[in-house]
C-alpha cells in the first residue's frame, strides 16, 4: 500500500509540473511566439488568456504590446548650407509581428540598437540635405513689427519644407527600412537643436552685440529727447520770469505813483503845518545852543534867515 501511495503521488506530482509547464498566461499588454529547440513553432499568441505549449519541449518567448520610446543619441550634425548643429530626437514604435520581430531581431535590446542605426542615419542625411531655416522653423509667416521696432525688424526669409515635413520624411524612409523587421515606427520628433558650442559662442556675441547697439540707439534719441524737454523747460522758465517781472515793475510802478499821489496830496493840504512845525522846531534848537553872549552868524540859505527874511 504504502508503495502504491508513493507512486500515485509521483504521478500526482509528475502531472502537476507537466501540467504548469504546459500552460501559460498572456496578459493584455504582452504578445508570444512559442520556440522548440530555439525555432518558432506555429503563429503568434497575441490575445489575452490562458494558453497551452508542450511541456518542457516549447518555451515562450513575450513582447510588449504597447508603444515603445526610443530616444536617440545627441549628434553633431552639419546642414546643407554648412551650419553645425547638435539633433537630438526620440521616437515611438511598437512591434507588429512579433514571429517576423524574433526572427530578425531576437529582442527589444536588439531593436533598440538596430532602430539607433536606422534613425539617426536617417536624421543625418535630412539635416544634411536641407537649411537651418527648414530644421527650426514649421512655417513661413510675418513678424510682428510695432512703432518702436519698425526699423529693427528683418524681413525673414520664406522656407520651402519645415520642420514638420523634414519629421515626416525622417519618418516614411524610417518605416521603409523597418518593413521587414516587424516593427512600425509610429512617430518621431526633433527634440532639440542647438547651435555647436563654437558656433553657438558667436551667434550669442552677435545676438549682444546688436542688443547693445539697439540699447545705444535708443539711449541717444533718449537723451536728445531729454535736452529738448530741458531747452524747452529753460525757454518757457525764462519766459515766465520775464513775464513776471515785467509784472512786478509795472504793479511796483503803479504802486510808486500811487504813492507820490498820496505824499502830494498831504504835502499840500498840510504845508502850513509843515513850515509851522519846522520853525518851531528851528527856534527850539537855537534856545537850546544859544545864550546872551554868543554871536551868530547866519548864511543866506539857512533855515533861520529865511525865517526872519518871511518876518521882514
Known amino acids: 500500500m504504502k508503495a502504491k501511495s508513493t507512486i500515485l503521488i509521483i504521478i500526482g506530482v509528475v502531472a502537476a509540473l507537466l501540467l504548469l509547464n504546459g500552460v501559460y498566461i498572456l496578459d493584455e499588454t504582452k504578445q508570444a511566439i512559442v520556440t522548440q529547440f530555439g525555432r518558432p ?46 539633433v537630438d530626437s526620440y521616437a515611438r514604435w511598437e512591434i507588429t509581428n512579433p514571429l517576423q520581430f524574433f526572427i530578425r531581431l531576437r529582442d527589444e535590446r536588439s531593436a533598440q540598437s538596430r532602430l539607433d542605426d536606422i534613425l539617426d542615419g536617417e536624421t543625418r542625411n535630412a539635416v544634411a540635405s536641407h537649411d537651418l531655416l527648414d530644421l527650426v522653423r514649421s512655417s513661413n509667416r510675418d513678424p510682428e513689427v510695432t512703432e518702436d521696432f519698425m526699423e529693427e525688424i528683418e524681413i525673414l526669409e520664406d522656407i520651402s519644407v519645415g520642420r514638420p515635413m523634414i519629421e515626416k520624411i525622417i519618418l516614411e524612409k524610417a518605416n521603409e527600412r ?74 511796483k510802478g503803479r504802486a510808486d505813483a500811487e504813492a507820490t499821489d498820496i505824499y502830494a496830496s498831504a504835502y499840500n493840504r498840510n504845508r502850513q503845518a509843515i513850515d509851522l512845525y519846522k520853525f518851531v522846531r528851528t527856534m527850539e534848537s537855537f534856545e537850546k545852543s544859544m545864550d546872551e553872549n554868543t554871536s551868530l552868524i547866519l548864511s543866506s540859505d539857512s533855515e533861520f534867515f529865511k525865517y526872519l527874511r518871511k518876518l521882514n
Open 41 to 86: 513553432v506555429g503563429e503568434p499568441r497575441t490575445e489575452p488568456g490562458l494558453n497551452f505549449k508542450v511541456p518542457f519541449l516549447h518555451k515562450v518567448q513575450f513582447f510588449d504590446k504597447r508603444y515603445l520610446e526610443w530616444d536617440g543619441d545627441k549628434n553633431q550634425v552639419p546642414t546643407k548650407d554648412k551650419k553645425f548643429i547638435f
Open 178 to 251: 523597418t518593413a521587414d523587421l516587424g516593427v512600425r515606427i509610429l512617430d518621431f520628433r526633433f527634440k532639440r537643436m542647438n547651435y555647436v558650442d563654437e558656433v553657438r559662442d558667436r551667434v550669442y556675441d552677435r545676438m549682444i552685440s546688436e542688443r547693445l547697439r539697439i540699447a545705444d540707439q535708443f539711449r541717444s534719441e533718449g537723451q536728445g529727447e531729454a535736452r529738448i524737454i530741458e531747452g524747452n523747460k529753460e525757454r518757457d522758465l525764462a519766459q515766465i520770469q520775464s513775464e513776471a517781472f515785467k509784472m512786478a515793475e509795472e504793479i
